[in-house]
């Protein structure tokens, strides 16, 4: 498994506002060049790869193998497969890439986690959707991917009282002391309760680390973009 700005390896990115390695649809760029792109992820992978509509919500859609018609993109916040002829990307800009896999029993999972997944538990239901295809969370893997640190996401008050409520690891605040939320943290509270141990957590922050897009540093001149985390299973040996 990996966590990697979207575009990595593969066929040159062309040259574009948002940076050479964005992979998000409907930000201003052609999508012809965002889908080389994502051409290009599928050469390096050596599998077709499949991305969601991802709409901050808690579905997890399963891929039991690449689409016919790579235009039909399925509407979900958590992609989960067996089949080792698919990757599956998830595209962040700030929200919490999560990639999962049970290399043992052959299940992998990409989940975005935004604050509303966070609050609806997607990584939750993504556990559990594995093992419904005979994932056993003790062989689980999971890689929390960069994305806005808990000193960085402030929100209004009232707004973090009602995360934090469902959600109290979330609970944070900036280096103002205002009001913020930590969704990496709350990620890793609900990996931990869905009973997942091996968790690697990469830490970057997304408006910190210029090497990620951050959709909150756009206003600061960030590039418009969204990187990706990408998981394949392997075929056994």
Same mark, same amino acid.
């Given at each position: 498994?990996?966590?990697?700005?979207?575009?990595?390896?593969?066929?040159?990115?062309?040259?574009?506002?948002?940076?050479?390695?964005?992979?998000?649809?409907?930000?201003?760029?052609?999508?012809?060049?965002?889908?080389?792109?994502?051409?290009?992820?599928?050469?390096?992978?050596?599998?077709?790869?499949?991305?969601?509509?991802?709409?901050?919500?808690?579905?997890?859609?399963?891929?039991?193998?690449?689409?016919?018609?790579?235009?039909?993109?399925?509407?979900?916040?958590?992609?989960?497969?067996?089949?080792?002829?698919?990757?599956?990307?998830?595209?962040?800009?700030?929200?919490?890439?999560?990639? /999962?896999? $049970? %290399?043992?029993?052959?299940?992998?999972?990409? +989940?975005?986690? *935004? =604050?509303?997944?966070?609050?609806?538990?997607? #990584?939750?239901?993504?556990?559990?959707?594995?093992?419904?295809?005979?994932?056993?969370?003790?062989?689980?893997?999971?890689?929390?991917?960069?994305?806005?640190?808990?000193?960085?996401?402030?929100?209004?008050?009232?707004?973090?009282?009602?995360?934090?409520?469902?959600?109290?690891?979330?609970?944070?605040?900036?280096?103002?002391?205002?009001?913020?939320?930590?969704?990496?943290?709350?990620?890793?509270?609900?990996?931990?309760?869905?009973?997942?141990?091996?968790?690697?957590?990469?830490?970057?922050?997304? /408006?910190? $680390? %210029?090497?990620?897009?951050?959709?909150?540093? +756009?206003?600061? *001149? =960030?590039?418009?973009?969204?990187?990706?985390? #990408?998981?394949?299973?392997?075929?056994?040996?």
């Amino acid at each position: 498994m990996a966590v990697a700005p979207e575009g990595s390896g593969g066929r040159p990115a062309a040259a574009s506002p948002h940076g050479d390695f964005n992979l998000g649809l409907g930000l201003g760029e052609e999508d012809a060049v965002v889908l080389a792109r994502r051409e290009g992820l599928a050469d390096w992978l050596g599998v077709p790869v499949v991305t969601a509509r991802q709409v901050h919500g808690t579905h997890v859609h399963p891929v039991p193998a690449a689409p016919q018609d790579p235009t039909e993109v399925p509407t979900a916040d958590g992609l989960v497969t067996t089949s080792t002829e698919v990757g599956l990307v998830v595209l962040a800009a700030d929200c919490v890439p999560v990639l /999962l896999c $049970d %290399p043992h029993h052959g299940v992998a999972a990409a +989940v975005h986690a *935004g =604050r509303a997944g966070v609050v609806g538990d997607v #990584v939750g239901r993504a556990v559990a959707a594995m093992v419904g295809r005979g994932a056993q969370v003790t062989d689980l893997r999971a890689v929390v991917g960069p994305a806005v640190c808990g000193s960085c996401y402030e929100v209004p008050a009232e707004l973090a009282a009602q995360v934090v409520a469902a959600v109290p690891e979330t609970r944070s605040r900036t280096r103002r002391g205002t009001a913020a939320l930590d969704l990496p943290a709350g990620v890793g509270a609900q990996l931990f309760a869905a009973g997942v141990r091996q968790v690697c957590h990469l830490g970057s922050c997304t /408006l910190e $680390d %210029p090497r990620w897009y951050s959709h909150r540093g +756009v206003p600061q *001149g =960030r590039p418009a973009g969204r990187h990706g985390g #990408v998981v394949r299973l392997l075929r056994a040996s």
